[in-house]
Nanobody
Framework: QVQLVESGGNLVQPGGSLRLSCLAS?????????VGWYRQAPGEQRELVAS???????EYVDSVKGRFTISRDNAKNTVYLQMNSLKAEDTAVYYC????????WGQGTQVTVSS
């Protein structure tokens, strides 16, 4: 059974950086799919913020363009999210999954941006 494990979240000051990682164990499907990072802030719906296809082409929601960079290591079944110039509005639980969503959600990783 596929398990998504996100890590790297933390408390960071505005303007700071974090690098999130997501390991998909037991999933060849993950390796060949478009994968993305989603986030859910308190009281908000989960939204897709960045996605990347198998070849490395990426797309971003406008609110994170120029600040976030998604990348993947297909051999390791891992996807990353480098987040720079973090803002308070980036505070959320961050999840990875395929695009469209095909796998069960992992536990997510909490990112809190606060001074």
């Amino acid at each position: 059974q596929v398990q998504l494990v996100e890590s790297g979240g933390n408390l960071v000051q505005p303007g700071g950086s974090l690098r999130l990682s997501c390991l998909a164990s037991g999933s060849i499907f993950f390796r060949i799919s478009v994968v993305g990072w989603y986030r859910q802030a308190p009281g908000e719906q989960r939204e897709l913020v960045a996605s990347i296809n198998r070849g490395g082409s990426a797309e971003y929601v406008d609110s994170v363009k120029g600040r976030f960079t998604i990348s993947r290591d297909n051999a390791k079944n891992t996807v990353y999210l480098q987040m720079n110039s973090l803002k308070a509005e980036d505070t959320a639980v961050y999840y990875c999954n395929t695009v469209p969503i095909k796998l069960s959600w992992g536990q997510g990783t909490q990112v809190t941006v606060s001074s």
